[in-house]
């Protein structure tokens, strides 16, 4: 949350909360969640504009990496995707934004059978999802709807207005019915929507629609 302007401040040592969307891929409202809820350090200057620290803001990033998926994980360890992985096709990438443990295991476990060779990176909310996305640019991209933070549709319609978006693929997932996905359906026109109950049955036909789609558009 925002507290008093600190004595000495080095316009090195802060940022705005425009540049700070910049940094992390998001919109400036999400930015703004994030110093209400805690995570960033910010105050306002006597004039009244918000200043975010940059050592929070990097603090959150470190904290924030992507982490490998592995099935019955306890929790994140911090590391992210070898990018300087060996000479030879690159890996599709998924980014999973999923905040229950259960189906987060249920989806490694599907990927890792069905299709070994799509690295899995795995998000807890929606705002640490957002900023993922900007930072690893996956090929597809599995977002539940109701997620901590920042839900899943307007997660969805914040990125839609980045271009960088336009060369993933989108699955939804939900435990909601379609009665109950009606709040939400200004996000998920055309895009494919699997019910939790029939995950197991669902998800890899949809994930194959979308690997079929990126190795056609790579052609």
């Known amino acids: 949350m925002a507290i008093s302007a600190p004595e000495i401040s080095d316009a090195n040592d802060h940022c705005t909360t425009l540049e700070v ?54 929790g994140a360890d911090g590391n992210r995707r070898d990018v300087a992985a060996p000479a030879g096709p690159r890996k599709p990438l998924l980014l999973l934004i999923e905040d229950s443990t259960h189906f987060q295991n249920l989806i490694q476990l599907i990927v890792q059978q069905q299709f070994p060779d799509v690295g899995l990176q795995v998000a807890d909310d ?38 960088q978006f336009a060369r993933s693929e989108l699955i939804v997932v939900t435990s909601l019915d379609e009665t109950q996905r009606a709040p939400y359906a200004f996000a998920l026109k055309g895009v494919a929507v699997i019910h939790k109950p029939q995950l197991v049955a669902e998800l890899p036909g949809a994930l194959q629609a979308c690997l079929e789609k990126l190795r056609h558009a790579d052609a």
């Not at 110093?35 to 105050?43: F, H, I």
């Not at 705002?127 to 839900?151: H, N, S």
């Open 21 to 74: 969307a910049k940094m992390l891929g998001m919109a400036v409202r999400s930015v703004q969640l994030m110093v209400d809820r805690g995570e960033l350090q910010a105050w306002k200057t006597p004039g009244g504009h918000r200043r975010i620290s940059r050592a929070s803001v990097q603090q959150w990033m470190q904290g924030s990496k992507a982490r490998p998926a592995e099935p019955n994980s306890g």
């Open 126 to 163: 929606g705002i640490a999802g957002l900023a993922l996305y900007g930072q690893l640019q996956p090929d597809i991209l599995i977002v539940d709807i109701l997620l901590p933070g920042l839900d899943g549709a307007t997660l969805i319609t914040t990125l839609r207005s980045h271009s």
